[in-house]
């Protein structure tokens, strides 16, 4: 069995391409550049979780239309990334607007292309009220997009095995797989030490201390 597995090199997605090794599927590791302001560092960790995974295959597709669209502190540098505490309620300043969307087209045909059977996306509990591309009515209608859209015989199943958990739950998963933290990256605003209090940092920490581990990347 093949998956195709969305790898960013941050936490979740890590820990979600070991799971779906651990699941028995063969990886093929596919990767977004688009702009984003730790692009080297998210590349750099992609493929070293993608080597410890032995992934058939490691795919880096060129979204860098989506900085072209701008509205988001990801892509823009003229934004600044809030502090998490300063973030407030609402959709963040980080939503890239509607880039699952075009992430999980491409992880179709990617999917479909190499005959996979499956796409795993990390998308989890804490991202329903602030990114509306990650609630699970969107997955559920991107399913029938993936059914609809690709030959009658590709069966390709979207996975999303962290939608209903926290992210302590998910970093339990992890630390139980055996998933080498120290090189995965979840900040959004440094590329070499993280900042510790963007909104990405604030709950990868907050995981951490709640299973009372250290966080092994470096921080200010």
Not at 81 to 98: L, N, Q
Request: charged share 25%; hydrophobic share 40%.
């Amino acid at each position: 069995m093949k998956a195709v597995c969305l790898l960013s090199g941050g936490m979740d997605s890590s820990t979600l391409a070991c799971l779906a090794k651990h699941d028995g599927y063969d990886i093929l590791a596919l990767h977004f550049s688009y702009g984003q302001r730790t692009e080297e560092k998210e590349r750099e960790c992609a493929k070293r979780i993608a080597r410890h995974l032995n992934a058939l295959e490691f795919l880096e597709v060129d979204l860098t239309y989506l900085k072209a669209v701008g509205a988001s502190s990801l892509t823009d540098w003229a934004v600044q990334v809030k502090a998490h505490e300063d973030a407030g309620d609402g959709i963040p300043d980080t939503y890239v607007p509607f880039r699952n969307a075009n992430l999980l087209s491409v992880a179709t045909s990617f999917a479909e292309a190499r005959g996979a059977d499956a796409i795993y996306i990390g998308v989890q509990a804490s991202d329903y009220s602030g990114y509306p591309d990650c609630r699970p009515e969107f997955i559920d209608a991107f399913q029938k997009v993936i059914t609809l859209g690709t030959r009658p015989d590709a069966g390709i199943i979207l996975k999303t095995p962290f939608v209903k958990l926290n992210k302590a739950e998910i970093l339990k998963i992890g630390m139980d797989l055996n998933v080498p933290y120290e090189d995965t990256w979840s900040c959004y605003a440094e590329n070499e030490v993280a900042c510790g209090i963007c909104g990405s940092c604030h709950y990868r920490l907050e995981a951490f201390r709640q299973i009372g581990i250290q966080d092994p990347i470096p921080y200010r």
